[in-house]
C-alpha cells in the first residue's frame, strides 16, 4: 500500500464521521468559491486589455484615415489611457527611409517584417516614460507600419485592485465554506449522532426499550438519515419483542419444568428406598416415575422444535395431505378410543401434492388432532375436512372464549378451562409455527352451533400430480 493510501486510511479511521463530513463539504464549497473567483478575475482582466486593444484599434484606424499618404515619422507624441490621441509613428519596411528624428516607440525587426507585408498585425506591451503601455502594429500602406500605444498603468491598476477584491471575496468563501461544512454537518448528521448514542446506551443497559426520537414531517418524505433512523426504531423493536419473548419463554418453561422434576426427584428418592416398599407402592412409584419422565422428555423436545424457525431444506418433498390425514386419524384413534374422527376429504384435494417435511407436518396435524379429541365431550365428533382451499379441525366442546381467542398459539398459555387437562401449552403454538415454516398459516375461532375451528389453509405450492394448480 502507498503512503497516500495508507494516510487516506488513517484519516478515516482515526477522524470522526463529523469532521470528515465537514472537512468534505468545506472543500468541495472552498473550491467553488475559488473557482469563481479565478473565473471572475479572469473575465476582469480580459475585459480591461480587451477595450485596451478596441481602443488602440480604434486610434489606427482614425490615424490611418488622417494620415494617407503621410510619410515615415512620428505622427502624434501624447499618450494618454482610452482618449484619443495617442502615440502614433510610422516605420517603412527599409531602415534606410527612416526619418532623421528618432521614433517614441520602439522599432525591431516584427515591425519591419510587419511593414513589408510579411507578418500580420500584433499587439505588445512596452514600456512609455516609465510606465506600462500597450502597443498595435498594424500594415500601413504599401512598404509601411503604423504603430499606435496607450498607456496600460490604469489597466493593471484595475487587475491588481479587482485581484486584491476577489482575494477578499476568496478568502471570506473559505471561511464561510468552513463555517457551513461545520453546520451542515452537525445538522446533517444530528440523526446519526443520536442513533450512536442510542446503541450505546442501549449496549451499556442492554435495555432495548430505548428509540431514537424522529424530527417531524409528513410520512413518506423523510430524508436518508431519518429512514436510517426508523428502521433502527423498528430493529429495536423487533430486538424488544425478541427479548421479551425470550424471557417469558424462559420463565415459563421453567415454571412447566419445576413441577415434573420435584415429582421426578420426589420418587427417585422413593425408588431409593425400595427395600423399604412393598411391591405395590413400589410399581405405583416406577410407573409415575417413567411417564413423568415422558412428560419431561416430551417438554422438552417441544422446545427444540419450537426453537426452530424454519425446515431443514434437505429434508423437504413433496407430500400428500391426504395421506398424511389419513395416517394422523388413525393414530388419533388408537390414542383417543371414547373420541368420534369423521374425515372428509373431497375428491379434488384426494391427490393434491405439496412442498413440506412429512415428520414436522405429521406432528402438525396429530396437535390438532389431540387439541380437538382433549376438548370434545363424551362421544362427541371431531370433525375434519380436507379441501383444495383448506384443512379444518372442528371440535363440538365448549368453544374458545373470546378473551382467550388471541393468546390460543402463545408458548404455555392455557385457558382457566384447560389448567385441568393433560398438556404443556405447546401443542398449538408448534403447530402454528410449523404452518409458517411452510408458508401457511394456522388460524383459530368459534364454530357456529358450539366448538373450536382451525383452520389450516394450503400453501400456494399445492398441486396435482399432472401439474395443475390446485
Known sequence: MSARR???????????????LAVAASTAVALVAVGVCAAAFAVIRYELYHQLQLNLTQSATLATQQNRGAAPGVLAGEC???????????????????????????????????????????YRDITLDGRPGRMLTTPFGKG???????????????????AGLLALVGGAGVLLAAGLGYAVSRTGLAPVARLTATAERIAATRDPRHRIELPPGPPGRE??????????????????????????????????????????????ELLARA??????????????????????TGLVNDLIELARDEEPQPLVEDVRPAALLAYAVASARAHWPGVEFRTLVEE?????????????????????????????????????????????????????????????FDRFYRAESARALP?????????????????????????????????LPLPPGAKRPAGGEA
Open 423 to 455: 398438556g404443556s401449552g405447546l401443542g398449538l403454538a408448534m403447530a402454528r409455527q410449523i404452518a409458517r415454516a411452510h408458508a401457511t398459516d394456522l388460524t383459530a375461532e368459534n364454530a357456529p352451533g358450539g366448538g373450536a375451528l382451525f383452520r
Open 80 to 122: 494618454r489611457f482610452l482618449s484619443a490621441p495617442a502615440c502614433a509613428q510610422i516605420v517603412p519596411a527599409d531602415p534606410a527611409a527612416d526619418p532623421a528624428e528618432p521614433y517614441l516607440l520602439p522599432v525591431s525587426e516584427p515591425v519591419r517584417e510587419v511593414a513589408a507585408g510579411q507578418r500580420a498585425p500584433y
Open 6 to 20: 495508507r494516510l487516506g486510511a488513517r484519516w478515516r479511521r482515526y477522524r470522526p464521521l463529523r469532521t470528515r
Open 275 to 296: 427395600d423399604r416398599l412393598d411391591p405395590a407402592r413400589r410399581e405405583r412409584a416406577s410407573a409415575a416415575l417413567g411417564r413423568q419422565l415422558r412428560e419431561v
Open 223 to 268: 430524508d436518508e438519515v431519518t429512514r436510517l433512523a426508523a428502521t433502527f426504531n423498528t430493529m429495536l423493536g423487533e430486538l424488544e419483542q425478541s427479548v421479551t419473548a425470550q424471557r417469558r419463554l424462559v420463565a415459563d418453561a421453567s415454571h412447566e419444568l419445576r413441577t415434573p422434576l420435584t415429582a421426578l426427584r420426589t420418587n427417585a
Open 144 to 162: 509601411k507600419a503604423l504603430q499606435v500605444a496607450l498607456r496600460a498603468d490604469t489597466v493593471e491598476q484595475g487587475v491588481r485592485q479587482a
Open 348 to 408: 379434488e384435494a384426494a391427490e393434491l401434492t405439496m412442498p413440506g417435511v412429512p415428520a414436522r407436518l405429521s406432528r402438525l396435524l396429530t396437535n390438532l388432532l389431540d387439541n380437538a379429541a382433549k376438548f370434545s365431550p363424551p362421544g362427541g365428533p371431531v370433525e375434519v375436512e380436507l379441501t383444495p382451499r383448506a384443512l379444518t379441525v372442528r371440535d363440538h366442546g365448549p368453544g374458545i372464549a373470546p378473551e382467550d381467542l388471541p393468546y390460543v
